[in-house]
Structure formats: structure tokens, C-alpha cells
């Protein structure tokens, strides 16, 4: 997959594969939360600047 793109093709090991599997299946799912929660704050604020005319 995409994990062959990143590590040059002389470290060629199972485990390291297997790690970074775990660690893209993990890490992304775990770190959308906080992402979302972000981009809500920053809409809820565009938003309600625009409800009240405060630009």
C-alpha cells in the first residue's frame, strides 16, 4: 500500500510492516476527533459572527 512509498526500498522487514499498518489504521481515526472539533469551533464561531453582524 501507501506505506511502500515512504520507506526506502533497502529496510525491507515484516515487522516494520506490520508497524506501520497498525500505526495507519490507528493513528488516523484517533486524531479526526480533534480535528473535527476544531473545524466545529471555528464554523460555530464564522457562524455566529454572521448571525450577529460582527464581522
Known sequence: GFSAHLKPPSISSPSLD???????????????PLIYSLRNQKLK???WRVM???F
Open 18 to 32: 506490520l508497524a506501520l499498518s497498525v500505526l495507519y489504521s490507528v493513528v488516523p481515526p484517533a486524531v479526526n
Open 45 to 47: 464561531a464564522a457562524v
Open 52 to 54: 450577529t453582524g460582527w
